[in-house]
């Protein structure tokens, strides 16, 4: 598993494994970076479905009820595909965006 931090933000990538391994490693590194914004880049995994995208929600609303960030990066599923709690997108960039969005509205205490 890798760790990229810039700032308050962390996204975590890995690469050559199967997704409910690369899971489990998030949720046990996960008390390491439970205080930055998380970004899961899951471009890696060729092979991805709505399904697969829906493991990662509980680890995503306890993350978010402390208030921080929480995003799924792929091309291979829309968000319109997922739970409305869920974030996901198809770029890395956009997955900045709305880090940077939310915590502007944190801020604001919206």
Same mark, same amino acid.
């Given at each position: 598993m890798i760790f990229d931090k810039d700032g =308050? =933000?962390?996204?975590?990538?890995?690469e050559n494994i199967e997704l409910s391994k690369f899971l489990d490693n998030l949720n046990k590194a996960y008390p390491k970076i439970k205080n930055d914004n998380i970004i899961v880049n899951l471009f890696s995994f060729s092979k991805l479905k709505a399904d697969d995208l829906l493991e990662f929600l509980q680890l995503s609303d306890q993350h978010r009820k402390s208030n921080k960030s929480f995003v799924l990066v792929t091309n291979k599923v829309g968000y319109e595909e997922v739970p409305d709690k869920m974030i996901v997108v198809p770029t890395l960039q956009e997955a900045k965006d709305i880090i940077e969005m939310e915590e502007i509205e944190r801020d604001l205490g919206l």
């Open positions: =308050t =933000t962390t996204i975590v990538f890995q």
